[in-house]
């Protein structure tokens, strides 16, 4: 008696065991069952219900419990297989999977090891997926394939009470000369990015270097626009200040002669510069012309003064015309002199 009760103890305290397993829970009237499990039971052979977690009461020898499942995610490996991309490269590829018995009447009645239907499901899936894509693409798509593979495997474990949470791609293994090549193929790519970057990299120095170049020929040509706008508008002022100036003494010039003993000023002007002319004769140049009269100074001057009357005549009649009649002024010596010369020369 004290072994059966021990029995008993033993039995109600000690895990269930999980489903498949050659040992399940004894039905002894009063049972506890754990957090996250489910207990079918079964009444005369026939499904009778599931047991919730708790205490739970069952009629010895009628009731028997036939399946225990787990409601916590099953993590499962899938075995390593071989598969055949679209560009006919043959991989070696496994991966984990993730499970959670959402229905226990149908994981336990609808198949009859849901863990190898559904390992098996993975692994076809996971072949007829591959065969979709090429070699590059199963390296960048590998999310959407683990999507595509989730969605096949719900489509059909529905019926089961399983539910795939999620598929993750573990290793992926390529033969070794498809290996090498990607490697070869990585460092082309590579070296083509490098001789790129540095074909950019010269023709933005070019760029630039034109760009420099451009920019100092219009800054150039700038400044010698202002340098010759400046220039001419300093040669204008320089014209514009010297024509002022000889105005000026045009008109000093003007009064100076009409004051009294100017015209024998100017004749005094006219040999100074007479003499002064002949003493730079043959100093520039080797050729030398000169008047047939070099030495009649007296006549050179008359005829200087002549010019000079004749010029000024006719501004002196009109002054005249314009002006009152005034009393006659006394000839000068001087011109007196210079008619007297001009009439014997004549």
Request: hydrophobic share 40%; with cysteine.
């Amino acid at each position: 008696l004290q072994r059966s009760q021990h029995v008993k103890r033993s039995a109600w305290l000690a895990p269930a065991p999980h489903r498949l397993n050659s040992g399940l829970p004894m039905n002894i009237g009063v049972l506890f069952v754990p957090q996250q499990e489910a207990w079918v039971v079964e009444r005369m052979g026939k499904f009778h219900r599931i047991l919730e977690p708790g205490l739970n009461f069952l009629i010895p020898l009628l009731d028997r419990i036939r399946y225990v499942q787990s409601l916590k995610e099953i993590v499962i490996n899938v075995p390593e297989q071989s598969a055949v991309t679209l560009d006919n490269v043959t991989l070696q590829i496994d991966g984990v999977l993730y499970l959670r018995v959402m229905d226990p009447y149908k994981a336990s009645y609808g198949v009859e090891d849901p863990e190898y239907a559904v390992t098996q499901l993975a692994q076809t899936t996971m072949r007829s997926e591959l065969g979709k894509l090429s070699l590059d693409r199963v390296f960048r798509e590998r999310e959407s394939l683990n999507a595509n593979i989730v969605d096949a495997i719900n489509q059909a474990s529905d019926c089961w009470g399983i539910r795939c949470l999620r598929y993750e791609i573990k290793d992926i293994h390529v033969p070794p000369r498809v290996k090498e090549s990607m490697q070869m193929q990585v460092e082309a790519e590579r070296r083509k990015r490098a001789m790129v970057l540095e074909s950019e990299g010269t023709r933005e120095s070019a760029i630039n270097v034109a760009e420099g170049q451009k920019q100092a020929q219009i800054l150039a040509s700038e400044a010698e626009k202002a340098e010759q706008i400046n220039k001419a508008a300093g040669e204008a002022n320089a014209v514009l200040v010297k024509a002022r100036a000889k105005a000026e003494a045009i008109q000093l010039l003007a009064a100076a002669l009409a004051q009294q003993h100017g015209s024998a000023a100017a004749s005094l002007s006219v040999a100074e510069q007479y003499v002064s002319a002949f003493s730079k004769l043959a100093k520039d140049s080797n050729t030398v012309l000169l008047p047939a009269n070099t030495g009649d100074v007296t006549n050179m001057v008359a005829q200087a003064l002549g010019i000079y009357t004749t010029l000024t005549k006719p501004q002196a009649v009109k002054t005249q015309e314009e002006m009152p009649p005034a009393h006659e002024e006394p000839q000068s010596p001087a011109t007196t002199v210079l008619k007297a010369e001009q009439a014997s020369s004549s």
